[in-house]
């Protein structure tokens, strides 16, 4: 069960649209914690918080922060969307959305349209941190392009929680994110993947569209216990909609765990649920012969990664960090 906290803002560290990262004393302890306008007023230095601090207190690396439940300075707050569709349904955090495909949407009947993506290409990422060096890569080899991000429910719900995610939209490395399920806070909101994915093409026309998980994925050291399986629900939804499929598989060379290393079994058993067909699988050359064997059914496509690298210290230098479960791509360099 949650376990919630009382507390003073001492300092407010950050203030983006989406989010705030407050200092907080709570009793005797300083505590860093984020709110969301979306669901609390804004804080300012000496605003009294309630704030749920169950990940912290479990010390857990998934949501561990603690989050701001209530400004208590606000006697009531209003942060309407004009749209009626609920996310975090049926919680105390439930929120409305002008949803993408809604009646009310100015977008509902493009949404409504019969058509596909025609192949458009749809990146399925594995994982948040794949984000960076996938857009990268992309911009690298057709620097024209209009990529889009569309950010599943698979972890972290909220699309300001990310900072390369914030960090790219400054730089226009992405023209949007569509924040799909029970995500929010993307340019657009779908209330699905498969729309998602279409609204990335055709309300931001996109030419690529990546889509995946925000920070935070959950694993249970057990095959099915993942929220990395939702991998393959990324790949049938492209499929389903007319796109391309490309799976950014995991891959690791520093991971100390043998079930990570080299292929990740979590890609081995997402993909494992979906159809091969029309689903390419892009992998380092000198990893293609593993990833064939254990991947048969699918279209193994050797690539040349070494531009990568160079491509995230550019990145580093416009405030974009790459790193994989705090490694950074020298320490981890096949992921």
């Known amino acids: 069960m949650p376990s919630f906290r009382t507390g003073t803002v001492q300092e407010v560290l950050e203030h983006h649209p989406g989010l705030q990262t407050l200092r907080v004393l709570v009793g005797d302890q300083l505590r860093t914690a984020i709110l969301y306008p979306s669901h609390a007023a804004p804080a300012v230095v000496g605003d009294r918080v309630v704030l749920n601090t169950t990940a912290v207190d479990l010390d857990l690396g998934t949501g561990g922060a603690d989050f701001v439940v209530w400004n208590l300075a606000a006697e009531s707050y209003d942060s309407l ?23 009310e949407s100015p977008d509902h009947v493009l949404m409504d349209s019969p058509g596909s993506l025609d192949l458009t290409p749809v990146v399925a990422a594995s994982l948040h941190s794949q984000l960076l060096p996938v857009v990268a890569a992309i911009r690298h080899r057709i620097p ?12 972290a719900l909220p ?12 730089l226009e490395w992405l023209c949007g994110v569509v924040t799909a399920g029970h995500a929010f806070g993307g340019d657009l909101e779908a209330v699905g993947v498969p729309s998602g994915v279409l609204a990335a093409k055709r309300v931001l026309g996109a030419d690529v569209v990546v889509a995946g998980m925000g920070p935070g994925v959950v694993g249970t050291s057990t095959r099915f216990g993942t929220s990395a399986l939702e991998l393959a629900t990324i790949v049938m939804a492209a499929k389903a909609v007319g796109g391309l499929p490309v799976v950014a598989v995991r891959m690791s060379s520093g991971d100390p765990r043998e ?17 091969p067909e029309g689903v390419q699988v892009p992998v380092p050359g000198e990893a293609g012969a593993e990833v064939r064997s254990m991947l048969h059914r699918f279209q193994v496509v050797e690539v040349d990664t070494a531009p990568v690298r160079p491509l995230l210290d550019q990145a580093a230098g416009q405030g974009l960090e790459a790193s994989h479960m705090g490694r950074t791509p020298p320490q981890d360099p096949l992921f």
Do not use: F, N, W
């Open 159 to 170: 699309a300001a929680l990310s900072k390369v995610v914030r960090r790219m939209r400054e």
């Open 81 to 103: 969307s004009g749209g009626h569709i609920m996310k975090l349904r049926y919680t105390p955090a439930q929120c409305d959305v002008l949803a993408v495909e809604a009646p």
């Open 144 to 155: 024209t392009a209009r990529v889009a991000y569309v950010m599943t429910d698979g972890a």
């Open 259 to 275: 079930r990570h290393r080299g292929l990740s079994h979590h890609a081995v058993t997402a993909l494992g649920l979906v159809d």
